[in-house]
């Protein structure tokens, strides 16, 4: 049986840092499954679908193949053949794929991806379902989060050092959406699994986290 590394948390949490460090350090892969939500919502926005309508998202994700390769040890998304890694780390992405994510029919299809993957390679894999639906065995489950503020700061500072113009209230307001969305839908809903590890990084730097969670999988 592989070696699973479960992350779960909500939005701006850090996880994907952690968990690319953490699987540098430990020789993992990292599986970046918010990534997969955010091609298939890329996709949604392309082909010019309403995300309320569950129907049409439905139907529509059963023309969206999507698929993961490692380049020189980064994982990069393909939606229908094309890299699309350039195109998911925006806030219009992001947020169109909280809301699609709802959908069963898009669960469905991406969990049998992540769980075929992590069957295949030893991985450490982040998400919102992932210790709890994806990878129920994994041998180390992890729910990290930070406080809304403390998020929201976080991700205003990364889109300022990219010289993207933001507005911090504005973050703050959409990260509290995603995460009342992301834990209050029926299917799959953030929480943290029962032998989840909960990590809170609001007074922690990364470089403690990292060391902190590389600790807790070298333990186990
Ligand atoms: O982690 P992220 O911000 O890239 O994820 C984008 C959205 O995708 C998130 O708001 C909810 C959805 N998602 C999910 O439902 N399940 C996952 N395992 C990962 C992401």
Do not use: W
């Not at 699987?23 to 091609?39: C, E, F, H, N, S």
């Not at 450490?124 to 990878?135: A, F, K, Q, S």
């Not at 403390?150 to 500072?157: G, K, L, P, S, Y």
């Amino acid at each position: 049986m592989a070696y699973n590394v479960a992350i779960d948390g909500p939005a701006g949490a850090g996880k994907s840092t952690i968990a690319k460090a953490v699987a540098k350090k430990l020789g993992l892969i990292y599986v970046d499954t918010g990534a997969m939500y955010r091609a298939m919502a890329l996709f949604m926005l392309r082909e010019l679908v309403d995300p309320r309508d569950g129907d049409a998202v439905s139907q529509k994700c059963k023309e969206a193949d999507i698929t993961i390769d490692y380049e020189n040890g980064e994982q990069v998304v393909f939606l229908n053949g094309e890299n699309v890694n350039g195109f998911l780390r925006t806030e219009e992405v992001g947020n169109m794929a909280s809301v699609i994510s709802v959908q069963p029919a898009v669960r469905k299809k991406l969990v049998e991806l992540q769980q075929a993957l992590a069957k295949k390679r030893d991985c450490i894999m982040d998400g919102r379902d992932i210790g709890t639906c994806v990878l129920p065995d994994a041998q180390v489950k992890i729910y990290l989060t930070a406080s809304s503020h403390v998020r929201a700061q976080r991700r205003f500072d990364e889109l300022a050092a990219k010289g993207q113009k933001c507005d911090l209230e504005q973050i703050r307001q959409d990260i509290e959406e995603r995460d009342y969305r992301d834990m209050h839908r029926e299917h799959s809903p953030l929480r943290q699994a029962e032998d989840a590890l909960l990590v809170d990084t609001s007074d922690m730097t990364v470089e403690e986290v990292i060391a902190h969670i590389t600790e807790i999988c070298e333990r186990s």
